[in-house]
């Protein structure tokens, strides 16, 4: 059975930081590129940020010089260290890893407010 848990969010202050982790089992987990995506109220799912098999990363506009996307395969996890945290940031965020085949966490909400 495939799980992706999510942790680490919350409610943080704007400008603070946060680092999100997503524990994957059930999958080999290096063969999966992983991504985060994210949720706000009223709006569709949008992607955040990617890290291939390789390491390889891409980010969306947005956050690019604020989030930074790593694994750590011996652990079968991905973060997300996300810095200089807007309000526009509050959203739920969901873990996925893809090879070929899409998996999903439940998500974890962060809110930015002051």
């Known amino acids: 059975q495939v799980q992706l848990v999510e942790s680490g969010g919350g409610l943080v202050q704007p400008g603070g930081s946060l680092k999100l982790s997503c524990a994957a089992s059930g999958i080999i987990f290096s063969f999966y590129h992983m991504g985060w995506y994210r949720q706000a109220p009223g709006k569709q799912r949008e992607l955040v940020a990617t890290i291939s098999r390789s390491g390889t990363t891409t980010y969306v506009d947005s956050v690019k010089g604020r989030f930074t996307i790593s694994r750590d395969n011996a652990k079968n996890t991905v973060y997300l260290q996300m810095n200089s945290l807007k309000p526009e940031d509050t959203a739920v965020y969901y873990c996925?890893?893809?090879?070929?085949?899409?998996?999903w966490g439940k998500g974890t909400l962060v809110n930015v407010s002051s």
């Open positions: 996925n890893a893809n090879n070929g085949i899409n998996f």
